[in-house]
């Protein structure tokens, strides 16, 4: 079927009329900030092709592509031996009420506060955790939650320190400081799959968008 789907790609892209079907993974955040625009500027200009969309953690994604479940993933590094292009660079941040004791301090320092930090795992660990280690900084037993919605509620409630990806957070609304964590927490955002060559026409057609909107 992939063989066919493919064949078919290449004969419309011949009459202009690239047609066929793409299957993309991407985690919620991903989806909002960067796959849902480049969705209506593809299909601008390619009306005829259908994408399939699965939602997942980085993790998932990336099996799914493994598995061929689905064509193109898009994930938060580490992006273990799979083939990528780079969209955005992210980095962790942290979140506190506007009338916490830290809401008027430049930088938070993770060493200092590590048993009031709630962390929102949402597919960072394995960045965080890297981090950690090489600080030699090991954060108490606190909450750690899935969703940014979670992490802003128990913030608010003044549960803890919120850690959580700059990315994510900006895909949600809410009315915390964010603030500079210490040490720093760096990852990046990008397109993964098997092989860029070896995709079919319109997944490359839809990378080609996404390159160009997601770095906007």
């Known amino acids: 079927k992939a063989i066919e789907n493919s064949i078919y790609q290449i004969a419309g892209r011949e009459n202009r009329l690239l047609g066929g079907k ?12 960067l796959l849902s625009k480049a969705i209506a500027v593809f299909r601008t200009n390619y009306p005829l092709v259908k994408i399939e969309l699965l939602e997942g ?17 898009i994930v938060a590094s580490p992006f273990d031996s799979l083939e ?9 941040v942290a979140i506190v009420p506007a009338n916490h004791p830290l809401a008027k301090e430049p930088i ?8 009031e930090v709630i962390f929102c795992k949402g597919g960072h660990e394995i960045a965080m955790n890297s981090i950690l280690r090489e600080y030699r900084i090991e954060l108490g ?37 964010v603030k500079e964590i210490r040490p720093g927490v760096t990852r990046d955002i990008g397109i993964i799959a098997h092989s860029f060559g070896e995709i079919s026409p319109a997944a490359k057609q839809l990378v080609t968008v996404l390159l160009q909107t997601g770095q906007e």
Not at 61 to 73: A, F, P
Not at 84 to 92: A, H, N, V
Not at 108 to 115: A, E, H, Q, S, V
């Open 141 to 177: 037993e606190g909450l750690t939650v899935q969703s940014a919605e979670t992490l802003i509620r128990m913030v608010r409630n003044g549960l803890g320190i919120g850690l959580i990806s700059n990315f994510t957070l900006s895909s949600v609304s809410h009315d915390l400081v």
């Open 84 to 92: 990528f292009e780079k969209l955005q660079s992210d980095y962790m």
């Open 108 to 115: 938070i320092d993770l060493n200092c506060y590590r048993d």
């Open 22 to 33: 793409i299957k993309v993974g991407s985690f919620p955040a991903a989806t909002t900030n």
């Open 57 to 73: 953690v980085s993790d998932q994604i990336k099996q799914w592509v493994e598995d061929r479940t689905v064509e193109l993933g």
